[in-house]
């Protein structure tokens, strides 16, 4: 889809569809909408990109998807130069929040404060450590025999 921004904005708006009636995959929705909004500032769609950009920004700060928001951040600065914004007005709209992001992924999520993902919460095994259980039973059920 390299340069059909039309086709690339029809496939992110029926995945977005998609997540949102099943309920699947939602932890994608701030990246599909950073993405979106990326295809609409591509296309020229300013006033849409940046509208979608805000929308991916407050969702993924309410999923703590930092990856997400910065990325959509930087689209939404882009979309408010190219409408003509000055980089001070711009700064102000974001809030000086892509700095932060910055320094927080940085700092990483133990610094941070950030909840652990689901792999790296007390009492849950990672998927390293998984593997090696199921060789580890595997092996003494077969010594067993």
């Given at each position: 889809m390299h340069g059909d921004h039309e086709r690339a904005i029809e496939s992110?708006?029926?995945?977005?569809?998609?997540?949102?009636?099943s309920s699947a995959?939602?932890?994608?929705?701030p990246e599909i909408l950073a993405s979106l909004a990326d295809c609409e500032l591509r296309r020229g769609a300013l006033a849409n990109a940046e509208e979608t950009a805000r929308l991916a920004m407050a969702?993924?700060?309410?999923?703590?998807?930092?990856l997400a928001e910065c990325r959509a951040t930087?689209?939404?600065?882009?979309?408010?130069r190219a409408r003509g914004a000055s980089?001070?007005?711009v700064d102000a709209q974001s809030a000086g929040r892509?700095?932060?992001?910055g320094r927080a992924a940085q700092r990483g999520p133990a610094r941070e404060g950030a909840r652990a993902g689901p792999a790296n919460r007390p009492g849950r095994l990672t998927s390293?450590?998984?593997e090696g259980s199921v060789?580890?039973?595997?092996?003494s059920a077969t010594r067993s025999r």
């Open positions: 992110f708006r029926a995945g977005l569809e998609l997540a949102r009636t995959a939602m932890e994608a929705e969702l993924a700060r309410r999923r703590s998807a930092r930087i689209i939404c600065g882009a979309a408010l980089a001070a007005e892509a700095s932060s992001l390293g450590q998984a060789r580890t039973s595997a092996s």
